[in-house]
């Protein structure tokens, strides 16, 4: 038997064996037919994950439609006009600018774009003076002057990218600035009319800034502050949505209670909670460049809503520890589970509708009416589950069959049931009671976050949902 | 008194009473010099942050003063040559080439060269492929040529950049390629000698890339991938620092056992693993860049680092929950606090143990001959823990006070014991049982990087501490 298996790896032997008569065009034959399988199916694939990457967001067709209109505009521009013959080369930075200018979102397209223009006059400015100096000092100082003001000048501003503000704010205006001096301080010695070259450069960098810059604002565009906001609002309800399934799954031993066709991925929602941090940061670095727009004003306090994203942030992680227990191979035993899975049941709930409160409060921009009596639900909800757990030795006593009633008359002792049984449960309750406390930190962010941003009270005809939710909880208060 | 407090709010009304004679001047001066205070205090806290910034990686000034050089080279290397006169504008691509592409690490480095220079090349034989198609189709057809197919490139390249592969890796040299078709779009139908300016772009781009490249290499090179290499490994260390701190502090009721001077710093170090995915990934994709270097071969395997941190992060979220938990107000009853302590404790010093070794296997790059005695142990010790908890209620009855012994010869209930108390103790344990289970996934990850980056068996003369370490290992294993 090794013998025939060591035989079978020789390459190609068997098959030969099998088609003695096929020779070595038929061979060929089935490679190159091999080959463009694979190839189809490659481009299959590929051809799928683009199809993916458009209809995910259709946005973003719109905006490779828009940089195309704005950079065939901007070539047509100069393509057109004879009368710009006489610029030459100049003609090109505005082309440079639009590439390099436009961006996703009109945010960034204004940071880069206004980056773009300080920095060039400031270093143009900057050259200019420079260069006067080294002209005016005769010909041995002129290049010692040149080399070591460049040194300096992009040593210093290449140090300046370390800087947290700079890097986030203005990393692109540095580049620039760089840029502008060194090509002030060759040019300057070569051309011998900087200034009139400053002012066309300006000029065309204007023309070609101000195209993208219309065409990201009138042209759908795309908010980085509206991206940011439903980014903070999407995720609170993401991690609402984890947080409930996965207590109610635990609960329910794997049967979803809704029937969702996709419980799996919304019980994993939590994990686009874990890992938005860097993109909610880069959105609230761009969404200060942008004007008023929608419901936001100028000075729309962005960076509370990276404050509730650090907050929901710091839910999600103990949403994750709880994932992770309630997968545990451990059975607690069954009359304890059901003790426990009612108050279980309602904080998370509970929470949940505390976390979706928070979320509509957000996305609506209005002052919620009900949040009081949700927290309040809430925590009247971790009191039960508490109550629950201390009475729970007490009740494990009362549960036990009643044929020991009448041999002793005493409570059995709780040997027979290790805490090593219980433990994920008893885990799972501690870590809702967490939760429960990490939810009020998103409630002050939020609560913040409303008085910064002067959100309206909501308007007296409120929704019946809400309503009820408000009786319930008005009547569990009147119970605690 | 309520009318007096009105009268204070009027603005001045009261310091004009208590300095009569002052008049405008000297409050001028006041203000003048509260303003110069003021800046000067904001200075101080500005230079003191510059200098934190240099003073925390020093490497940067190092990289500063290498732009620099970088920058004075090139353009001096142009202002002393007449003989590049007739190149004119050209010399300009090459100060634009170091300013753009010069980044802190060789793989951004690299990778912005690579990407600039390839990009230049593919779109400058494009654009004169179309170029020369457009010239050819009439006087008419030309201008309609030349604007669909800038539009129509342009929207599928900048389309493109939202496929993650290209994203990543191509991001840059798209752009360029953009760029370059619609410069020489445009320039195509104005200098009529593209084939030699196409040819002078790119030696230019030659010189000022090679520049670079050799500058970021040979002198003082930061390595992407010793970065990701390094930062891989002190997160796991911080992670097994966090841990121990942890469990350490909460049974020992806040003392700090080794009596370091910073415990509250090592503690916290966790957060940085929570945080250290965008660094980790930007890093990784940057080093597929670099060449061999050091004990990095050619095709080291960086993506494996990212299975790693993300194995290690997976971690840190549970030991995030049980910092949360350690902070909790309840107090387990001392009895059994003390019952649990040494197996906690001896389980989290295990699991940070196999941590460290971890670290060090990562970063030493050799096979560590005690791994697997080392999980033993933590196994061991899980199972040691599972058995303190298994034996738990039945401690409790033996360690009731001897006064009720002799009154019913009855195990008296644990009802005076409520679960509650020893809710968050119960969390611990449950969750330090877990993040052992997910060292193992991280022993699993390390296990695959050793493999695929061929380590080295350890040297057959082993440190002596670790020989120890795994003595008493081997004496655990037969205890159980």
Redesign the interface.
Known sequence: MAKLEWRLTVPDGSSEELVPESGWIHRAWMGLFQLILALKLKFLRFSE??WK??VDDPR??F???K???A??LV??F???RPLY?GV??T??WA??TV??VFEYTVGATLSKGLNRGMATFLAGFLGIAVHSLATQSGEKAE?II??IS???L???A??SR??PTVKSRFDYGV?IF??TF??V???G??VDKLVELAHERLATIAIGGSICMMISILICPIWAGEDLHSLVTRNMEKLANSLDGCVVEYFNDGRSETGDEEPCQKLQGYKCV??S??TEESLANFARWEPAHGHFGFRHPWKQYLKIGTATRFCA??V??LN??TNSDIKAPDFIKKHLSDACKRLSSHSCNVLKELATTTKTMRKSANINLLVGEMNAAVEDL?NA??????QL?MLLPPSTENE?K??????N????DI??L??I???L??IAT?IEGVVDEVDELAGLANFKPTDDQKPKQNQTIGQEAMEALQQV
Chains 1, 2 share one sequence.
């Open positions: 994950k683009i990457v458009g973003r067709v905006h490779c439609l940089v195309g209109v950079l065939t070539s047509l100069y393509y057109m013959n030459g080369q003609a090109m082309v440079m590439v390099v290049p040149r080399g460049l040194f300096l992009a040593s210093m290449t140090f370390f800087i580049s760089i840029l060194s090509l301080s060759i040019s010695h070569r874990l890992n941090k860097a992680y103990c994750e520890a992770g227990t508490q757990l201390k009475s729970l030795p007490h006593v002793k005493q409570p059995v002792p709780m040997a049931i290790p805490l090593m433990l994920p008893v885990t309750t501690s870590l009671i967490e990490r």
